[in-house]
Each structure stands twice: as C-alpha cells, then as structure tokens.
C-alpha cells in the first residue's frame, strides 16, 4: 500500500461491486454469497457501510477458508482494515499499520486493544452477520 493511502487512510478493500448483496435488516446483515464474487477466493473482502448500518463492517474469506467479520475500526485511531496478505490477520490502513489476528487480538502496531469481532453463521449461500448499535 503506497504512503499515500495510508497517510490519508484510504483502504484497499472495496464496497461490494453489486450493492444488491447484502442487507441490514433486524440488527444483521446477510450476505447473497451469489452476488459477492469477492468472497470466494481467499483473502477476497468487502466493506459495508450504510444502509441503517451503525457500525462499519468488514467481510472477508481468511486463508483458513473461513469467513470473518469485524467492525471495521482499527482500536488505535479508528481507521478502516484490510486482509494482510501474508499471514492469517488484518491490518490497519493507517501510517501506523496496527495487525489484528483473526480472533481481533492485537499482533503488532500501536493499538492496545483488540478489534471487535463479528460472529459469522453460513446457511447455503448466505451468510448473517448479527451487527448490534454499540
Ligand atoms: S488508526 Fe490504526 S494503527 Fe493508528
């Protein structure tokens, strides 16, 4: 990631290409994995905002091939994250660059706390994703 973006915070992870995928409906999100193409390779995230949503969300398939969610708000200054391409964890956009494992737990960088996670249940294919007003 260039200096640039991180100076500014500007992620590398996109809001989904078909805003049709997902809804936020009676405190969750569900995902038409149908319509996301960018969760069905490893490391492929979206980001999701609006749509009534309180909290910024994070969605993406981790290299253990399983799908995590986090509210996308670095515990160090509250920037976005990004899968990080090597090793199973994300990271922070920012100059600062704090890395969360999977599990939210801080890895590296400035941050002292954890990321919240979001708890991820597949049902064929859609994903839920329970997102509460904290
Ligand atoms: S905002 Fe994430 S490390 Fe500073």
Not at 6 to 34: E, H, M, S
Not at 73 to 83: E, K, N, V, W
């Amino acid at each position: 990631m260039g200096l640039f973006k991180r100076i500014f915070g500007i992620c590398d992870t996109r809001r989904p290409a078909d805003d049709q995928c997902w809804i936020y409906q009676d405190k969750r999100v569900v995902i038409d994995l149908n319509r996301a193409p960018e969760l069905s390779s490893v490391d492929g995230a979206i980001r999701l905002e609006g749509k009534g949503l309180t909290q910024r969300v994070l969605v993406m398939r981790g290299k253990d091939d399983r799908f995590h969610a986090f509210v996308n708000r670095c515990a160090h200054m509250g920037r976005r994250l990004d899968p990080l391409r090597e090793g199973h964890a994300v990271r922070c956009c920012s100059v600062m660059h704090s890395v969360y494992d999977y599990s939210g737990g801080v890895m590296s960088g400035p941050a002292r706390k954890p990321i919240t996670t979001l708890p991820v249940t597949q049902e064929n294919h859609r994903l839920f994703i329970p997102v509460d007003g904290r």
